[in-house]
Nanobody
C-alpha cells in the first residue's frame, strides 16, 4: 500500500519561506514523476511543480522564480522550497507521485495547509 506523507506546512508572513517535504512508502519502484499540487477553496486542484525521475522540473507560471522543487537522496522523496510567499499562495498543498507503465497511476498525500498572512 503506497502512502505519501507530507510535512512542512504552516503559517508564514508575506515574503517568508516554507519548505514542504513528502516521503512515499510502500513502493518498490521509483516514481516516474513526483510533484506538488494546490487547491484553493471551491477550486480544482492545480499543478504547482513537478519533477521527473531524471530531475527535470516543471513549474506553474505563478510560482516560477519563487519555488524550487527537488528530489531527495532517499528514494521517492520530494521537496518544495517556497520563497517570497504571497497571500495568494494560501492553499492546501498535496504531494503527488505518478507511476507510468501502460497507464499513469497517481497517488496522493493527505494535504498540508499553507497560509500566508499579509
Amino acid at each position: 500500500q503506497v502512502q505519501l506523507v507530507e510535512s512542512g506546512g504552516g503559517l508564514v508572513q508575506a515574503g517568508g519561506s516554507l519548505r514542504l517535504s513528502c516521503a512515499a512508502s510502500g513502493s518498490i519502484f521509483t516514481f516516474n514523476v513526483m510533484g506538488w499540487y494546490r487547491q484553493f477553496p471551491g477550486k480544482q486542484r492545480e499543478l504547482v511543480a513537478r519533477i521527473s525521475s531524471d530531475g527535470s522540473p516543471n513549474y506553474a507560471d505563478a510560482v516560477k522564480g519563487r519555488f524550487t522543487i527537488s528530489r531527495g537522496n532517499a528514494k521517492n522523496t520530494v521537496y518544495l522550497q517556497m520563497n517570497s510567499l504571497k497571500p495568494e499562495d494560501t492553499a492546501a498543498y498535496y504531494c503527488n507521485a505518478r507511476r507510468i507503465t501502460l497507464n499513469a497511476v497517481d497517488y496522493w498525500g493527505q494535504g498540508t495547509q499553507v497560509t500566508v498572512s499579509s
